[in-house]
């Protein structure tokens, strides 16, 4: 009886777990679909590159000034009504996008679409990490990542099927912000308490406690954003075709979708830190391989195992933030998680691009890999010193 108890159990954590995923994944297909359609539409009004690009900034400040506020509302109203209402209001946020199409109100409208996606992401994201079986953590983990990858990238390809034009994409994004909300609530009573009474981890209560964590999140974070906006500029040095860079990032995506549930099970049968270690280390590898390589048919093999790497880091960092943290420490993590891939989506691609701007095209391997070394640098010093 007690045997058929723990099955029947198992099968609901299971549930919940392929629920909340479920979640996350329509929601990266809504976010992914959101970024290059509000980009075609602004383009289409005449409006400028630096113009487009400021507002496209919108959405990661919402996310960095909403992630203090996670743990108090989870608190308050409870994760899952916290979680449930942000689907609701990501979707009424993303309407109202579509019915203003003005490039002054879409400045506050994508900041409050930050500001109330975060929340859901956050969220969902804290309880794969709590009901994932910490023996297999690391593939559940690294299924998680792959398929929120998986889901961003998919998101533009909705485009090709609805168009930029008119409602229509609104409305896919609109309908997905909405099952997201179904998906989470068909499985919301079986998902556990993220925060008990009596607990109070603020997120900056928390950063004290995993710092190194956290500077891996901010490379992870602006490592990738750096390079989708600077490896094309990096192949025009080349003079490399722009249909083969973007072909290229396409790959280092790829790489980064197909590797992370290898990398989770190498988490599994060694530790998260060391496999996060070696994605550091092959990552710095591929920055130094970057300028030799871009020329010759390896650059192929080559960006897909960086795309995987690097992002490894953060999928790394995760698996340990739940293996280290539970209740409102895990909660206040998460948020501040989410607050460091906001800052180094936004440091650190200008600082690379202010780089590029003084020593040329090397400025892109130069500058991402020296961050990369820096963090292996810390690692190792701590190490020793611990």
């Known amino acids: 009886m007690a045997l058929a108890d723990s099955d029947t159990d198992e099968r609901m954590q299971w549930a919940a777990i392929t629920g909340v995923i479920a ?36 959405t990661p400040v919402g996310f960095i000034l909403s992630s203090p506020l996670i743990p108090g509302l989870a608190r308050r109203f409870g994760a899952g009504r916290t979680a449930l209402s942000c689907a609701v209001l990501s979707a009424l946020v993303l309407a109202l996008i579509g019915w203003t199409q003005d490039v002054y109100l879409w400045f506050p409208l994508r900041f409050l679409i930050g500001m109330v996606t975060n929340p859901l992401y956050v969220l969902s994201e804290i309880w794969v990490i709590a009901l994932a079986p910490p023996s297999r953590r690391g593939r559940v983990m690294g299924i998680y990542s792959t398929i929120i990858s998986a889901g961003f990238a ?48 603020s997120v900056l209560g928390f950063m004290p406690l995993a710092w190194l ?28 075709p722009e249909a083969r860079m973007s072909a290229l990032l396409s790959m280092m995506i790829a790489g980064n979708i197909a590797m992370q549930v290898p990398l989770g099970l190498l988490a599994e049968r060694l530790t998260a830190r060391l496999v996060r270690f ?3 280390a092959v990552t710095i590898l591929g920055c130094v391989l970057l300028p030799v390589l871009i020329e010759t048919p390896l650059i192929w093999p080559s960006v897909f195992i960086w795309g995987a790497v690097s992002y490894g880091i953060y999928t790394m960092s995760i698996i340990e933030l ?14 501040a998680f989410s607050l460091m891939w906001g800052v180094g989506g936004i440091l650190v691609p200008p600082l690379t691009g202010s780089v590029m701007d ?26 020793r010193v611990v």
Do not use: D
């Not at 750096?226 to 094309?232: D, E, F, M, R, S």
């Not at 739940?322 to 948020?335: I, M």
């Not at 500058?367 to 701590?382: D, M, P, Q, S, V």
């Open 23 to 58: 979640t996350v994944s329509v929601f990266a297909i809504a976010q992914g679909l959101s970024y290059p359609l509000l980009s075609f539409i602004l383009q289409r009004q005449g409006v400028s590159p630096a113009v487009i690009g400021l507002s496209a900034a919108m």
């Open 322 to 335: 739940g293996e280290r943290f539970a209740g409102s420490a895990l909660v206040a993590g998460n948020a």
């Open 154 to 201: 998919a998101g533009p390809l909705c485009l090709l099927a609805v168009g930029t034009e008119g409602w229509p994409p609104f409305l896919v994004g609109i309908f997905a912000f909405f099952f997201c909300g179904a998906c989470l609530a068909v499985v919301v009573k079986r998902l556990p308490t993220v925060v008990e009474a009596g607990e109070n981890v």
């Open 278 to 280: 070696g994605c550091v």
């Open 213 to 240: 964590l956290l500077s891996a999140v901010v490379v992870a974070a602006g490592f990738e954003q750096g390079i989708l906006a600077l490896l094309p500029v990096y192949g025009t040095h080349y003079g490399i």
């Open 358 to 383: 003084v020593i040329g095209a090397a400025g892109l391997p130069v500058t991402l890999g020296a961050i990369c070394a820096a963090l292996a640098a810390t690692t190792i010093i701590r190490r």
